[in-house]
């Protein structure tokens, strides 16, 4: 399948689309939202927000990745070492080393409530926040978010979740095949909008 491809503005992927509706995944393809993005990680000292933990990096057919300031902050509290892929650092260094990971690990950008025909970048930086995918999936397993009608954000329209992707619209660790968007509801992430993203 061929991937999604990066467009530099939204017009060049609205001229692209030739009067079509773009999917979800086009919209974070575009530069705006990589723009965003990339502030909003950066923000967040590239880590999630949750549990605290830094993206992989895949070398030599191990995922590794570096100790974020908050891990370490909590291994120096607990008395814990801190074990990296060389040798092993004493808690009271402080050293931030490299470690093992099982599974790759990478940074969503989640949006805390959703308003129809936003684009994905045209919301305060307040209502965005860092993710790994664990915890990012976990969210959306267990908590519906917000979509409202407008920006007033009074009237919560009633949505059902792709069943696939939660209502999380791509996954991440496919973002080679077709910017990993879900395939169920073609970035929508609810049902009801399946074929409609339509922006203001």
Known sequence: MKPT????SIDKLLKDLNGQLPSYGHLLSTFEWKQLRA?????????CTQCG?????FIMGRHFRDYSDIEVDRLIKSG???????????????YAGSTFSEYPIYLHVHHQYYIFGKYPWQYEES???TLCNKCHI?????SKIPYY?????????????CIRCNGAGHFEEYSH????????CRGAKYVELIGQYAVS
């Open 5 to 8: 491809p990066f467009y530099p």
């Open 39 to 47: 502030a909003i990680i950066k923000r967040d000292k590239n880590c």
């Open 53 to 57: 933990v830094t993206p992989t990096e």
């Open 80 to 94: 814990s070492q801190i074990y990296t892929m060389n040798d092993m650092i004493d808690s009271e260094t402080g």
């Open 127 to 129: 209502a965005l926040t």
């Open 138 to 142: 976990e969210l959306h397993e267990h």
């Open 149 to 161: 009608q407008d920006e007033a954000r009074k009237i919560e329209m009633n949505l059902q979740p």
């Open 177 to 184: 095949i077709e910017n990993g968007i879900c395939f169920s």
